[in-house]
């Protein structure tokens, strides 16, 4: 039996993936991947959360486990508080290593680091960190090893992720976006007066992105390395006709403060 492509996302909290690319994680596990989605921040200091009683946290886990296995997705979520974890940065980036070098994922999707959002910026800092050395940051030997061969940046909202000028698309379909739909639902229980706008963002994006890619949609990416693939991308491999090439790569040529 082949082995399934094992593919990460690396969300800041809860329901990051959920709330901003939902069409490209199901359209992974549609195409047969298995598909983890991180979170390490919890969040559990945010008022909303608080205001949920002593049992918010086991609620808000519960909701965003069923959110994710809506879009075919195994769901983790760390303890790291939002608006205190930059304290943890040395600890989540060892924890994080350990669970890249247990894992192994092929693929990893992130954040874009240039976000308005602190715990964005900072899980981008963390994730780019732990990818490259896991190695040498994970005590004692991982045998079979392999470092993730591509890693992407997924656009949060437009008002937070700024300069992301994206290089591949990944359409949308009606299959996906209702697996979307019915993933963003979960959240109700939990955060209901937040589902209605995380729902909207991620339909704006999709028919905006849909509209310049002259598709019925589409979710973007930012190709971040670790190098150039030059026999093809594995994720055109895995999701074919589905990615596209994103249209605005000539920008990069007449304004370079536009690079990381």
Not at 149 to 161: K, L, N, P
Request: with cysteine; aromatic share 10%.
């Amino acid at each position: 039996m082949e082995k399934k492509p094992r593919i990460l996302f690396v969300g800041a909290h809860h329901e990051e993936i959920e709330a901003e690319c939902p069409n490209i994680a199901a359209a992974l596990t549609l195409a047969g991947c298995e598909v983890t989605i991180l979170n390490p921040v919890g969040g559990w200091n945010w008022t909303f959360i608080r205001s949920l009683g002593l049992d918010g946290r086991e609620r808000t886990i519960a909701d965003a486990t069923a959110a994710a296995a809506e879009l075919g997705c195994r769901k983790v979520v760390w303890d790291y508080p939002v608006a205190q974890a930059d304290r943890f940065q040395a600890e989540i980036i060892d924890r994080m290593a350990a669970f890249i070098a247990d894992y192994a994922p092929e693929i990893v999707f992130m954040h874009w680091p240039r976000d308005t959002h602190a715990d964005h910026r900072l899980v981008a800092h963390v994730t780019r960190h732990a990818l490259g050395p896991t190695l040498n940051i994970v005590p004692g030997e991982v045998p079979g090893f392999t470092p993730p061969v591509e890693v992407y940046a997924f656009q949060t909202g437009v008002s937070q992720a700024y300069n992301f000028i994206p290089d591949l698309m990944v359409t949308t379909d009606d299959r996906t976006m209702a697996m979307a739909d019915k993933c963003i639902e979960k959240f109700m229980p939990t955060a209901p007066r937040f589902v209605p706008a995380w729902k909207k963002n991620f339909h704006t994006k999709a028919a905006y992105w849909g509209n310049v890619s002259g598709t019925g949609g589409a979710e973007v990416l930012r190709f971040m390395g670790p190098r150039l693939p030059l026999h093809g991308f594995r994720l055109a491999e895995i999701l074919g006709e589905r990615l596209l090439s994103g249209p605005l790569s000539e920008l990069y040529n007449c304004n370079s403060d536009l690079w990381l």
